[in-house]
């Protein structure tokens, strides 16, 4: 099957957004609705949805495995190994450059660029959230039903929650969204069929099952697969969740101080890109078996299993559709997906980057500047990061 675009078109879009991505896992899902489903229509704000909610329902990077499928959709295999290597690449190689750096992250003007960025954030998820309820969730049962999965996950600090609100929301969209919402069933063209798809859910089931055996005989980079895929493989939630995980195997294991361990985690909070980078820090900075190899070995299979997983279901997703009560559910599943982003939009990137009333007003020109003025996201970012260094001089 022919891919609506190339490989190249792919790496050009996904490298600009590796370069300018800021905030975290839930600003690049904004990022990506912007870029992608907005300005340049490569699906459907109903696929979109669905597509969100496959990888919030699967383990791993959420950000980067939507990433990956948008990719896939468009240009193929080789669109999706460009969205990876653009979206990632920049903030790996950041985060192995800034470890060089890291006394200098804690100085003055470092705080207010970071805080800059964390503004960002707050910016471009508003507008994400905004745009994606006014087209989703058009009537009051959909508008309820993000309301209370927005209510659910402020309420509840279990990574376990977001699969219960997507489900819930599968089962109130048969129950509540009637006749005329089944519009949102619309599947997916992925470039592989029901057969590559088993076969790629059994090779991450292979590589979850042998690795550790392999760890054992034969150590070394082995060990180093092993530790960073099983952190891919069965963590819900994204980056700042599986950071326990990666702290007990790299730390625990005698492989980094935890105190280069925390500073690297905080640097990589100030990256664009997505946070399971952060990998690549860990393994270039390994006691004793550190270094570029080991970086890279980190950094492939953390993401590994979470690619192979979404790639794995995503051909099985259109018989789902083909159900009777397919669109409803979906239609309940995109409002619920809505209530997550607008959960997170309070918690954690509201909370984290408004501290002050001059924040608000920092925020609300980034608002102009990206609705009203019709501007990119890059000029949200000049503007945050200017005012919070004047603002944090003045």
């Known amino acids: 099957m022919k891919s609506p675009g190339s490989a190249g078109e792919v790496f050009r879009v ?6 300018t991505s800021f905030g975290g896992p839930v600003a690049h899902l904004a990022y990506f609705h912007q870029e992608l489903i907005v300005r340049r229509r490569w699906l459907s704000e109903a696929q979109y949805a669905q597509l969100l909610a496959i990888c919030q329902f699967l383990p791993g990077p959420a950000s980067s495995q939507l990433g990956f499928c948008l990719g896939l959709l468009r240009g193929g295999w080789l669109g999706a190994l460009a969205a990876f290597v653009a979206f990632t690449l920049p903030s790996a190689l950041l985060l192995v450059a800034v470890a060089l750096l890291l006394p200098y992250l804690d100085n003055d003007t470092g705080v207010a660029v970071i805080h ?13 959230v905004s745009g994606m309820a006014r087209k989703l969730c058009p009537d009051v049962s959909r508008q309820s039903i993000a309301v209370a999965a927005a209510a659910i996950m402020l309420l509840s600090a279990s990574a376990w929650a977001q699969l219960l609100v997507i489900a819930a929301g599968a089962g109130l969209g048969i ?24 076969a790629l859910l059994l090779l991450f ?28 493989a069965l963590v819900f939630g994204g980056g700042h969740v599986v950071l326990p995980l990666l702290e007990e195997s790299v730390v625990g294991r005698g492989w980094m101080a935890a105190d280069t361990f925390l500073a690297g985690y905080g640097a990589a909070q100030a990256v664009p890109g997505p946070l399971f980078s952060f990998a690549a820090f860990l393994g270039a900075g390994m006691q004793d078996t550190g270094g570029w190899a080991a970086a890279v070995i980190a950094l492939l299979f953390i993401f590994m299993p979470g690619f192979l997983l979404v790639a794995g279901v995503l051909p099985f997703w259109n018989r789902v559709t083909a159900h009777a009560y397919a669109g409803r559910a979906i239609a309940g599943v995109n409002a619920a997906v809505v209530g997550l982003l607008a959960a997170a939009l309070y918690d954690p990137v509201w909370v984290s980057a408004i501290h002050q009333p001059v924040d608000v007003a920092i925020a609300l020109v980034g608002w102009l500047i990206l609705t009203a003025w019709g501007r990119s996201a890059i000029y949200v970012v000049m503007w945050c990061v200017l005012a919070s260094l004047g603002c944090h001089f003045l």
Request: aromatic share 8%.
């Open 116 to 128: 800059g960025l964390k503004i960002v954030a707050v910016v471009v998820v508003a507008h994400a």
């Open 175 to 198: 129950t509540l969204c009637r006749v005329g919402q089944t519009e949102s069933a619309e599947g997916f063209a992925p470039p592989h069929g029901p057969r590559v798809g088993l």
């Open 14 to 19: 996904f490298s600009r957004l590796g370069l």
């Open 205 to 232: 089931s292979v590589l979850l099952l042998c690795l550790p055996f392999l760890a054992q005989s034969v150590g070394g980079w082995a060990s180093i697969a092993e530790v960073f895929y099983r952190a891919g």
